[in-house]
């Protein structure tokens, strides 16, 4: 089987563009993993991460958001934002999720906000960790 083209776009700019043999993204209510030969389908993201597996190596993604395409031998992933694991900081995101977890939330609204954010903190985290990224 070829190989997948797995392009990575974000609003600002093309993040990655790179020939994998796999590719594995968080969706809205799980995980997928797609390879060479997969049924051609539309997934809605969620936020965490996105692995691109190219040969030996595996690049990492902290993805929030947006949708997969797959079609023929090509990934598309558009999200919001797509950080590099590797670029993550542990304690910048730890940071993060305290003061999202100490907002005040008193209407549904702001509770949604809260939740999000905290939901964001959360995954973030988990990528550095699993990349074994610490600041």
Same mark, same amino acid.
């Given at each position: *089987? ?9 609003? %600002?700019?093309?993040?990655?563009? %790179? *020939?994998? &043999? @796999? &590719?594995?993204?968080?969706?809205? !209510?799980? %995980? ?8 051609? *389908? ?8 996105? =692995?691109? +597996? ?5 690049? =990492? @993604?902290?993805?929030?958001?947006? @949708? ?10 558009? +999200?919001? =934002?797509?950080?590099?694991?590797? %670029?993550?900081?542990? #304690? ?13 939330? !008193? +209407?549904?609204?702001? *509770? ?10 959360? #995954?973030?985290?988990? &990528? ?8």
């Amino acid at each position: *089987m070829p190989p997948l083209q797995c392009i990575v776009v974000t609003p %600002e700019r093309t993040v990655c563009e %790179e *020939m994998a &043999v @796999f &590719v594995a993204a968080s969706l809205y !209510d799980g %995980e997928i993993g797609i390879g060479p030969g997969h049924t051609p *389908m539309i997934g809605r993201l969620g936020n965490g991460e996105l =692995r691109i +597996t190219s040969g030996e190596t595996t690049h =990492r @993604f902290y993805i929030e958001g947006g @949708f997969v395409e797959v079609l023929g031998d090509t990934v598309s992933i558009l +999200t919001n =934002r797509a950080i590099p694991a590797d %670029e993550i900081d542990e #304690a910048v995101a730890n940071e993060q999720l305290l003061t999202a977890q100490a907002r005040k939330a !008193d +209407t549904p609204e702001l *509770m949604a906000i809260r939740d999000r954010a905290v939901s964001q903190s959360r #995954a973030q985290l988990r &990528v550095a960790r699993r990349a074994g990224t610490s600041s």
